[in-house]
Protein backbone atom coordinates (compact mmCIF):
# COMPACT_ATOMS: atom_id res chain seq x y z
CA UNK A 1 0.00 0.00 0.00
CA UNK A 2 1.49 3.70 -0.89
CA UNK A 3 2.11 5.61 1.91
CA UNK A 4 4.61 8.47 3.09
CA UNK A 5 7.43 8.04 5.56
CA UNK A 6 9.16 10.87 7.63
CA UNK A 7 12.70 10.87 8.69
CA UNK A 8 15.10 13.36 9.94
CA UNK A 9 13.26 14.47 13.72
CA UNK A 10 15.27 14.97 16.52
CA UNK A 11 16.88 16.93 19.28
CA UNK A 12 18.18 20.14 18.20
CA UNK A 13 18.86 23.36 20.12
CA UNK A 14 17.43 26.57 19.49
CA UNK A 15 18.68 28.29 17.01
CA UNK A 16 19.87 24.79 15.30
CA UNK A 17 18.58 23.05 12.28
CA UNK A 18 16.87 20.38 11.14
CA UNK A 19 16.10 18.66 7.26
CA UNK A 20 12.66 16.19 7.57
CA UNK A 21 12.49 14.08 4.43
CA UNK A 22 9.22 12.84 3.16
CA UNK A 23 10.12 8.88 1.45
CA UNK A 24 7.35 7.57 -0.48
CA UNK A 25 6.93 3.75 -0.47
CA UNK A 26 5.05 1.37 -2.09
CA UNK A 27 6.49 -0.21 -5.67
CA UNK A 28 4.29 1.27 -8.15
CA UNK A 29 3.10 5.00 -7.21
CA UNK A 30 4.70 7.92 -6.70
CA UNK A 31 3.77 11.22 -5.24
CA UNK A 32 5.06 13.26 -8.27
CA UNK A 33 2.01 14.81 -9.41
CA UNK A 34 1.09 15.23 -5.81
CA UNK A 35 0.42 18.78 -4.10
CA UNK A 36 2.68 17.94 -1.06
CA UNK A 37 2.61 19.64 2.69
CA UNK A 38 3.91 19.33 5.75
CA UNK A 39 1.93 19.89 9.11
CA UNK A 40 2.76 19.56 12.91
CA UNK A 41 1.25 18.60 16.28
CA UNK A 42 2.38 19.52 19.78
CA UNK A 43 0.54 17.55 22.48
CA UNK A 44 -2.79 18.81 23.89
CA UNK A 45 -2.88 20.88 20.47
CA UNK A 46 -4.77 21.10 17.07
CA UNK A 47 -2.21 19.59 13.43
CA UNK A 48 -1.69 22.87 11.79
CA UNK A 49 -0.64 23.66 8.72
CA UNK A 50 3.30 24.65 8.38
CA UNK A 51 3.90 24.69 4.92
CA UNK A 52 2.82 23.40 1.44
CA UNK A 53 4.14 23.13 -2.62
CA UNK A 54 2.14 22.80 -5.50
CA UNK A 55 2.74 19.66 -7.55
CA UNK A 56 5.03 21.25 -9.95
CA UNK A 57 6.79 23.14 -7.78
CA UNK A 58 6.85 26.54 -8.81
CA UNK A 59 4.28 27.88 -5.95
CA UNK A 60 4.86 27.47 -1.93
CA UNK A 61 3.54 28.41 1.07
CA UNK A 62 4.13 28.73 4.85
CA UNK A 63 2.55 29.91 7.76
CA UNK A 64 3.62 32.85 9.15
CA UNK A 65 4.96 31.38 11.90
CA UNK A 66 7.64 29.20 9.94
CA UNK A 67 8.72 32.20 7.07
CA UNK A 68 11.55 33.01 6.78
CA UNK A 69 13.02 30.09 8.64
CA UNK A 70 11.69 27.07 6.98
CA UNK A 71 11.85 26.43 3.27
CA UNK A 72 9.90 23.44 1.56
CA UNK A 73 11.21 22.07 -1.55
CA UNK A 74 10.27 19.01 -3.68
CA UNK A 75 12.79 16.11 -4.33
CA UNK A 76 12.62 13.09 -6.56
CA UNK A 77 10.25 9.85 -7.12
CA UNK A 78 11.54 8.51 -4.36
CA UNK A 79 11.60 11.29 -1.48
CA UNK A 80 9.40 13.81 -3.03
CA UNK A 81 9.42 16.73 -0.45
CA UNK A 82 11.66 18.41 2.28
CA UNK A 83 11.50 20.95 4.97
CA UNK A 84 14.50 22.32 5.93
CA UNK A 85 14.29 23.95 9.45
CA UNK A 86 16.20 27.10 10.20
CA UNK A 87 16.77 29.14 13.24
CA UNK A 88 14.46 26.77 15.31
CA UNK A 89 12.51 27.47 18.78
CA UNK A 90 11.44 25.76 21.39
CA UNK A 91 7.69 26.20 20.38
CA UNK A 92 8.65 24.59 16.59
CA UNK A 93 8.45 21.61 19.02
CA UNK A 94 5.76 18.94 17.67
CA UNK A 95 5.45 15.50 15.80
CA UNK A 96 5.96 16.56 12.12
CA UNK A 97 3.69 14.97 9.50
CA UNK A 98 4.20 14.89 5.65
CA UNK A 99 0.94 14.90 3.93
CA UNK A 100 0.49 14.23 -0.27
CA UNK A 101 -2.85 15.22 -2.41
CA UNK A 102 -4.04 15.22 -6.08
CA UNK A 103 -7.36 16.64 -5.08
CA UNK A 104 -5.72 20.65 -5.17
CA UNK A 105 -3.01 22.57 -6.47
CA UNK A 106 -1.43 22.76 -3.27
CA UNK A 107 -3.20 22.41 0.53
CA UNK A 108 -3.53 24.48 3.86
CA UNK A 109 -6.27 22.18 5.43
CA UNK A 110 -5.26 18.68 6.78
CA UNK A 111 -8.46 17.33 5.03
CA UNK A 112 -7.87 18.28 1.28
CA UNK A 113 -4.98 15.61 1.95
CA UNK A 114 -5.35 11.74 1.21
CA UNK A 115 -1.83 10.15 2.12
CA UNK A 116 -0.51 10.72 5.34
CA UNK A 117 3.03 9.39 7.49
CA UNK A 118 3.15 8.14 10.87
CA UNK A 119 4.85 11.37 11.53
CA UNK A 120 8.35 12.56 13.23
CA UNK A 121 9.06 13.88 16.57
CA UNK A 122 11.06 17.39 16.37
CA UNK A 123 11.95 18.29 19.99
CA UNK A 124 13.68 21.88 20.52
CA UNK A 125 15.50 22.69 23.81
CA UNK A 126 15.65 26.44 24.97
Known amino acids: QEQLVESGGGLVQAGGSLRLSCAASGRTFTFSSYAMGWFRQAPEKEREFVAA????????YYADSVKGRFTISRGNTKIPVYLQMNDLKPEDTAVYYCAASNRVTYGLWPKEYDYWGQGTQVTVSS
Open 53 to 60: ISWTGDST
